[in-house]
């Protein structure tokens, strides 16, 4: 099968610069950006291969509200034009009944002159898209989606601990999520081995910070953990090669990988992950990096299923909470692309 790739990614002799020139329309209970909380309006389009986006599949999951957003889920290749749904009979996305999310931006937006990114939110009635701002997603569907949460649906973004979890995101953005993509973008030897150095330096602080404490900010999961979870569960299958982040593999740094673990075995994370598409994203999409689009076999994932032992640091994962229920059937992770059975 050939795949349409989206074109280059390497500026050669320069260092890699993410656009963050989002969407900003958000979704609220006053509905002050003309877009209210309203549920069965809205479908989040969030491929599962892409990190940013699994984050959205991730809190939707955590606080129950699949019945009040819908959930679009892209192939994991696209082109320079656009993601499509070429997982979906007939290539349309069964609810929106479109073949590519760049027809959602142009409802909207006819000259949207930046790339079409997941995820992204659109408003089903009119088949425009509201937002793509990945940060803020999270947040509002944390704070503004309360009246529609599951009971028991745990608090991610603690109001007392909220300034911690801040700080934190943005080291771990800049250093780590976006880490990782300037070292495999780089452009020039000097750029990859100044974003290397600073992503190990970010490892490390976390190694050093997880090793007595079970979770980022606080003793239960909050936004900072799934920010953190989407890169850390790409590391070894992608990062490690892909990338250059060559260091050494996650499995080695004994508190990363022992809390990357509890975190997939929790109801929520790992059941959202589909590691081929993972690996079929980055290896195929990226052509100036894998001219060849040969996707690895490797690496074992059975590793992600192996005690963690991190309970005896105490915490509590959903706090006064509760673990969500089983992942809907129609939701459900080819069970060939993950470890969790």
């Known amino acids: 099968m050939e795949h349409s790739t989206a074109g280059s990614y390497v500026t050669t002799g320069q260092e890699f610069t993410r656009d ?3 969407i900003t329309t958000r979704i609220t209970r006053d509905g002050a950006d ?4 309203e549920p069965g309006r809205y479908r989040l389009v969030a ?15 955590l606080l129950g509200l699949e019945d009040a957003i819908s959930l679009g889920t892209p192939g994991p290749t696209h082109d320079a034009r656009s993601w499509t749904f070429d997982l979906d009979p007939d290539g349309r996305d069964p609810v929106l009944g479109i073949e590519r999310l760049q027809d959602a931006y142009f409802a909207r937006f006819p000259d949207y002159p930046r790339g079409i990114t997941v995820p992204a939110i659109v408003d089903v009635p009119t088949g425009e898209v509201v937002t793509n701002d990945y940060a803020q997603i999270t947040l509002d569907l944390s704070g503004e989606w309360v009246e529609h949460h599951r009971e028991g649906a745990p608090d991610l973004y ?8 801040d700080a934190v995101n943005r080291r771990v953005f800049t250093e780590v999520n976006n880490g990782v993509y300037r070292c495999g973008f780089a452009g020039s030897q000097r750029a990859y081995e100044r974003a290397y150095d600073r992503l190990w330096t970010a490892l490390d602080w976390l190694e050093e910070r ?36 060559n260091r050494n593999t996650l499995s080695a740094m004994p508190a990363l990988w022992g809390y990357a673990r509890d975190l997939f075995q929790t109801p929520g994370f790992g ?5 081929e598409q993972i690996k079929q994203h980055y290896y195929i999409v990226h052509t100036d990096l894998n001219p060849t689009q040969i996707v690895p076999v490797g690496p074992d994932l059975s590793g ?14 959903f706090g006064d909470g509760t673990t969500p229920g089983p992942v809907r ?9 993950t470890p969790l059975r």
């Open 20 to 22: 963050t020139n989002y």
């Open 210 to 245: 997880l090793t007595d404490q079970r979770y980022l900010v606080g003793d239960t999961i909050t936004e900072a953990d799934v920010r953190l979870f989407t890169t850390l569960v790409r590391f070894d299958p992608v990062y490690h090669g892909h990338f250059k982040c």
């Open 34 to 37: 003309g877009y209210p909380v």
């Open 329 to 337: 059937e129609d939701e459900r992770v080819d069970p060939e692309h």
């Open 304 to 317: 992600w299923t192996t005690p963690h032992g991190r309970e005896a640091l105490g915490g509590r994962p």
């Open 47 to 61: 491929a599962r291969a892409c990190p940013w986006a699994n984050r959205t599949i991730i809190v939707r999951r």
């Open 271 to 275: 059941d959202t992950v589909d590691f």
């Open 158 to 165: 603690p109001e007392h601990l909220r300034e911690e979890i």
